[in-house]
């Protein structure tokens, strides 16, 4: 992968990720789009709001409708109808938030799937081998996301094994090529908990094996801010200049500013998607909810700063009536706007870069969003 920085204001960078689906410019938002599609919205929506890269999920595409339908289909690019590029998370997560579901051995893990009950494993090698059939852009590897909390010696070990797993998908990716008419990029995941001399353990590790790109995984895991944040800053301060990082998983929006400040290039979250399907709407000036009576008279647009076409076409009064009365079409316009906010917030943060003035700007950004933060208590 090709990664060139184009500006930086202190640790913040402004950089271009090339694919052969089309350039990331960073910092980027990358939407949900688990089972293959981003929740109440088409890829041609996507692209209106100039989304450059979507994130798709393995474990679920493995289970439905299985990597086999979409190799014969051409690819997951062909199969959605996205011609942008797409990043696989490994099912990492998925392992972790379906504890009960799974064991975890030095070979795999055996998980019992959500769906039906029925038995699979995933390795290091046939979880590569599944992204090589999915045809996705970036490929994340096998890891362990450990819970919190957890003692250092559950973190350590944990990571040691997320390591060795890496290891594995590193040969495996190597042996191994595209199967479709495109490059693909190996991420590898540092992993750690919150103890800090198991993250640096994990990024040396990591460095020694030149992989395309690096994520932080095991975040936002119930951990406080301030201990995420920490790991972030340590984790970005050990990873190559010249690669980029991706934190996974982090996304309210001052969490998505402060992990740029500290030189963070990409992030995923389901929080705009998830929060607009529930009528949690963000804006400018700070959260509404939609459901709430005060909205029942309200034809001002949900963000009047806002050029998305939920704003520039509907008033707040009828998108509460929509959700009042179970439209899919409230669904769908609460979340192109949330989208919408996320990507020009980003939009905005690389501007900021680019003109040396990103600690100011995100100081304006940061009062406004005091009251935004409590949506999420």
Not at 39 to 52: N, Y
Not at 149 to 163: F, I, K, M
Not at 247 to 268: K, Q, S, W, Y
């Amino acid at each position: 992968m090709e990664y060139h920085i184009e500006g930086r204001d202190h640790n913040a960078r402004a950089g271009v990720l090339g694919t052969d689906h089309g350039p990331i410019h960073s910092p980027a938002f990358m939407p949900v789009g688990t089972q293959a599609s981003v929740k109440a919205l088409s890829p041609r929506e996507l692209v209106e709001i100039q989304t450059s890269v979507i994130l798709c999920n393995t474990y679920h595409l493995y289970l439905r409708p299985g990597a086999d339908v979409i190799r014969k289909s051409g690819g997951l690019h062909r199969f959605m109808g996205w011609d942008k590029p797409i990043l696989t998370d490994s099912g990492g997560y998925q392992v972790f938030s379906l504890s009960a579901l799974r064991k975890i051995e030095e070979e795999g893990v055996q998980f019992r799937s959500h769906v039906d009950g029925s038995v699979h494993r995933f390795t290091p090698e046939s979880v590569v081998d599944i992204q090589r059939q999915l045809g996705s852009d970036i490929v994340m590897v096998l890891d362990e996301c450990t819970p919190y909390p957890c003692t250092e010696e559950y973190a350590r070990n944990s990571n040691d094994l997320t390591v060795r797993w890496a290891t594995r998908s590193r040969s495996r990716f190597a042996g191994s090529g595209p199967l479709y008419q495109h490059n693909q990029s190996l991420f590898a995941i540092v992993q750690g908990s919150v103890y800090p001399e198991i993250r640096e353990r994990s990024v040396r590790a990591l460095i020694e094996m030149d992989f395309d790109g690096y994520g932080i995984g095991g975040l936002a895991v119930g951990e406080p801010a301030d201990a995420m944040m920490e790991i972030v800053s340590l984790c970005a301060g050990l990873l190559p200049e010249e690669k980029p990082r991706y934190l996974m998983g982090v996304g309210t929006p001052a969490n998505l500013l402060d992990g740029i400040e500290r030189g963070i290039d990409l992030f995923d979250c389901v929080l705009p998607t998830r929060n607009g399907r529930n009528g949690m709407i963000f804006t400018r000036t700070g959260p509404i909810n939609l459901m709430n009576a005060r909205y029942k008279f309200d034809l001002s647009p949900i963000d009047e700063a806002c050029g998305c076409y939920s704003c520039g076409h509907f008033t707040r009064a009828y998108l509460r009536h929509l959700f009042q009365t179970k439209e899919i079409l409230g669904l769908r316009l609460a979340t192109l706007h949330n989208l919408y906010y996320y990507q020009q917030l980003m939009r905005d943060a690389r501007n900021a870069i680019m003109d040396a003035r990103f600690a100011p700007w995100k100081e304006e950004q940061l009062q406004l969003l005091d009251r935004q933060e409590s949506m999420y208590a």
